[in-house]
């Protein structure tokens, strides 16, 4: 391939007369013969095209591998390309560059050059197959080609004229691959076959599906059209047909016309899908044809009311800003960082992919830890209304699903009812209390609710029809994770929320309780001062929880106490000291136990866990005369009882070992006590605990007052891991323990503990029974004189 006599130079460059300056393109595959528009912004490509239009010489116009590739080497290149001389050439801004090129043979690189301030490579011409091309074949095309221009929009007639002018097959084959709707790599696969007739094989594959869809596609749009013309037709007949019977007088005191002209004018403007709409008109056309008073109508004229009354026009999503999100989660809650994290997670990976299949959160923790308003706090970052579905109690199937039209008084299930309220498909919707779904098929129907494949045809039984809930954001609540039935858990990402230590409650108190508090009290800022020392005394004295809605409570009780002197004139402002909460809430409700059971042989300070938050327990053991009985009292689960057998058993094999006189288990009956009210108590991380308060009383030496335990035990004497350590440890700083001896094999879990709770606490690690005497007991006066 010869482009001019000698060689072209470029200032002081020069090319050999085999090479092309190459231009690297996108998307764009270009055909001999083809005129085509490129833009250009790469500064080595805008180079290339003013060296090009200066010396008035081709370009090799060359497809990359990667698009995303600002720079691509020779490897990043296909090998195959289209030389193209350049008819215009037009600079643009911002340093850009448009021209209009005409493609005129292909080529196939050879060897890249270098020293040049574009990119430049030897090439070599590629010739055309010999192939013979039958007739019928190039007709077939041309047929198809001409189709395909008829059935897509807005394609100019000029192109069809086009198509009856070519006569050469191989050309032919060049102008339908550029102008057929093909990936670039499928065209580069075309630019690379040099056999016009292999050219024409794969072209009329591919038009016949491309026209055989649209085919179909075109036949849709059109019952479509005709659909909507209909019941647009039929509304407007109604409308005068009212006015008619309104003018002679008919019907003057009956309004029903009236109102299915309304609804009429409803549907039509309730963006209802195609196939919703035409079901809406044909029932009200049936509507029209009924007795007004009857009971089928009144209920027909119901359905149609809620299609009218739902959201099926998806709003424009208000675009996540990601610094505002975080302010607003700052701003409503406290700590909780890497919740915050998660939730940022997920509103960027909305933010980037709106229609994608976002993971259900779904908030595990106990009570009054900021679940349902961390659901607000999304809402409103995501500037999207916020709707709650309280599933507490809920079995039935009908009511996620909602009743079908042959019962009286049917309704839609919960999920429609709560987007109607709240008036946008893409709402947030909180599904609180996912954990306590009564036995029943409602677990069942939520599954269709909270699966992406599925929920974007879910079926109202109510409505019949489908309603998409895919742009819903969904999240979910639940107390304990267990309770969850696994179908439902499957489907959800699980973030536990923790409870509280006190500096957090005393944090979330000043910055958010009390003001809300007292806005709710009607007292204005300045009205009331209530002392760091006080709301410390409130959370130590007046609140024992895991979340903080008791202690809102109290100081929502320590306001109106205040609010009442206020609005008696006897006071204008009033501090609340310490002192003072004995007077207004009465005596503290909490004490510190564990200081009254220090120095206690035969008691220990366990380590719980409940659904709602840590706890700790006391396990009591005392011996009496007997025969060698075991009691268990408190309200003890079979885990536990199976625990203190496990501990009494090893206490009589290690009792020649620790001194222990092995005729005291027969002489004597062990009573071991939970003393907790009347609160059922299970649960597998007691062992230990049980174990040293037995071992306490019979070498009558008195466990350490300020260590609690938590470990399971086997037979052979090992201290097992536990489950639930955040929630045990959290209780334990809350109740004044400063050290807390953990199975060693829960090391590796030290690191998601609080902070503040390992500043505080000391901790020790058992691997075996001998480990929890050796640092649980208090230290024997006897050995420390020795």
Request: with cysteine; glycine share 8%.
């Amino acid at each position: 391939m010869t482009h001019s006599a000698g060689r072209h130079r470029f200032d002081d460059l020069q090319l050999p007369e085999d090479a092309l300056i190459l231009l690297p393109v996108r998307d764009v595959v270009p055909f001999p013969g083809m005129v085509f528009p490129l833009s250009v912004r790469r500064a080595s490509s805008v180079t290339a095209v003013e060296q090009a239009v200066r010396t008035d010489c081709p370009l090799g116009v060359v497809l990359q591998r990667d698009p995303s590739e600002d720079a691509p080497d020779a490897s990043g290149l296909h090998e195959a390309g289209c030389v193209a001389t350049v008819l215009r050439y037009v600079t643009g801004p911002e340093s850009g560059a448009h021209l209009v090129c005409r493609g005129t043979a292909r080529f196939r690189l050879s060897q890249m050059l270098r020293g040049y301030p574009f990119t430049a490579a030897r090439v070599a011409p590629l010739p055309a197959g010999s192939r013979p091309v039958p007739p019928t074949a190039a007709e077939d095309l041309r047929a198809l080609a001409s189709e395909l221009f008829a059935l897509l929009p807005h394609v100019p007639q000029v192109l069809t004229e086009a198509l009856a002018d070519v006569t050469d097959p191989g050309e032919l084959s060049d102008l339908v691959a550029a102008l057929a709707d093909l990936p670039a790599e499928d065209k580069q696969t075309l630019l690379e076959s040099l056999d016009p007739m292999a050219r024409i094989e794969s072209l009329t594959r591919h038009l016949r599906r491309r026209v055989e869809v649209l085919r179909i596609t075109h036949d849709i749009d059109a019952q479509a059209r005709l659909s909507l013309d209909r019941h647009h037709r039929d509304m407007m007949l109604r409308e005068q047909l009212a006015s008619i019977r309104h003018e002679l007088g008919e019907r003057g005191d009956d309004p029903s016309g009236s109102e299915l002209c309304g609804l009429a004018r409803a549907l039509a403007d309730a963006g209802l899908p195609p196939e919703v709409e035409a079901r809406a008109f044909s029932e009200l056309a049936r509507h029209d044809r009924m007795a007004p008073d009857s009971a089928e109508a009144t209920a027909l004229r119901n359905w149609l009311e809620w299609l009218t009354e739902l959201p099926w026009r998806l709003p424009e999503d208000a675009s996540v800003d990601l610094a505002e999100a975080r302010r607003v989660l700052d701003a409503d809650h406290h700590g909780l960082e890497r919740i915050k994290a998660r939730i940022l997670e997920h509103l960027a990976v909305r933010k980037l992919a709106p229609q994608g299949k976002a993971p259900i959160l779904c908030f595990v923790g106990p009570p009054g830890v900021g679940k349902t308003s961390l659901g607000q706090s999304i809402a409103r970052a995501m500037q999207r209304p916020f709707a709650r579905l309280s599933l507490g109690g809920v079995s039935d199937e009908a009511e996620i699903r909602g009743h079908r039209r042959t019962y009286v008084g049917a309704m839609p299930g919960a999920v429609i009812q709560q987007l109607r309220r709240a008036g946008a498909r893409n709402c947030v919707l909180m599904l609180d209390e996912v954990d306590k779904l009564g036995p029943g098929g409602a677990s069942a129907a939520l599954l269709e609710v909270l699966d992406p494949a599925q929920n974007a045809g879910f079926r109202d039984a109510y409505l019949g029809v489908d309603f998409d809930l895919s742009r819903v954001v969904l999240l979910a609540t639940a107390n304990v994770l267990d309770d969850i039935p696994a179908p439902l858990r499957d489907r959800m990402e699980v973030m536990p929320l923790r409870g509280y230590l006190e500096d957090e409650k005393l944090e979330i108190a000043q910055r958010h309780l009390l003001p809300l508090q007292s806005a709710a009290t009607g007292l204005a800022p300045g009205q009331v001062v209530v002392t760091p020392d006080t709301l410390s005394a409130l959370v130590r004295g007046y609140t024992r929880e895991a979340g903080v809605r008791e202690l809102e409570r109290q100081i929502g009780a320590l306001l109106r106490h205040v609010a009442m002197r206020i609005a008696a004139g006897t006071a204008s402002s009033v501090r609340i000291a310490h002192d003072d909460l004995p007077r207004i809430l009465g005596a503290p409700r909490h004490e510190n136990e564990v200081a009254l059971r220090m120095g206690m042989p035969g008691v220990a300070t366990a380590l719980a866990w409940s659904p709602v938050g840590g706890d700790i327990l006391f396990i009591e053991a005392t011996c009496t005369p007997g025969a060698g009985r075991l009691t268990l009292t408190g309200q003890l689960g079979e885990v536990m009882r199976e625990s203190a057998q496990a501990a009494l058993t090893l206490l009589k094999a290690r009792a020649a070992t620790l001194g222990i006189d092995a005729s005291v288990f027969e002489r004597s009956d062990l009573h071991i006590h939970v003393p907790a009210g009347a609160r059922p108590k299970d649960g597998a991380s007691a062992g230990a605990a049980i174990f040293a308060a037995l071992a306490s009383l019979l070498l009558d030496r008195p466990l350490r007052g300020d260590t609690a335990l938590s470990g399971e035990i086997s037979l052979r004497g090992l201290v097992l891991p536990v489950d639930g350590l955040r929630e045990k440890v959290v209780a334990a700083a809350a109740a004044g323990i400063t050290r807390v001896l953990l199975p060693a094999r829960n090391r590796r879990d030290l690191d998601e503990l609080p902070e503040r709770a390992r500043r505080q606490l000391g901790f020790g690690w058992l691997e075996t029974v001998d480990d929890v005497l050796a640092q649980a007991l208090e230290t024997n006066p006897a050995d420390s004189a020795a």
